[in-house]
């Protein structure tokens, strides 16, 4: 919608939803490995901190029909929720979260190779020495 401009309302998360938020956010977004149906839901949380003004007051998006109806699109949305998390943290913005997933990274890298190599020498043993008779 070209032209259409809205204002949102970014709240902070409360300590124990921000803590989940944080936490299960990036994991559940990584494609192939995370879980739409939790990102879906933490989504739904994120946009429950946020609000429109309506009347002298504010509407907080609460509900998944609230959002379709005050965000125009997807993109918008993404850009609400990169938002929240920027406003609500100081390590999504200034790099850190980058470091902190490369390290990441690197160790689950190291464990799915360690996991694979046992499972391999488990399953598929080295083939004993061919006799020489």
């Known amino acids: 919608m070209a032209g259409d401009e809205r204002t949102y309302i970014l709240s902070k998360f409360p ?6 938020i944080v936490t299960q956010y990036p994991i559940s977004a990584v494609p192939k490995l995370g879980d739409y149906k939790a990102n879906e839901a933490l989504m739904l949380k994120i946009m429950g901190f946020v609000a429109v ?15 379709d109806n005050h965000v125009p699109d997807c993109e918008t949305l993404m850009k609400i929720e990169i938002h929240m998390l920027d ?27 360690k ?13 004993a020495p061919r006799s020489k008779n």
Do not use: C, M
């Not at 003004?53 to 959002?67: C, E, G």
């Open 15 to 20: 300590a124990i939803a921000g803590r989940e």
């Open 53 to 67: 003004p309506v009347d002298n007051s504010q509407l907080r998006l609460s509900t998944a029909a609230l959002v």
């Open 87 to 113: 406003y609500n943290t100081s390590f999504f913005s200034s790099g850190r979260i980058s470091t902190l997933l490369s390290g990441v990274e690197g160790k689950a890298t190291a464990w799915i190779t």
């Open 115 to 127: 996991t694979l190599t046992d499972l391999s020498e488990r399953f598929f043993p080295k083939a």
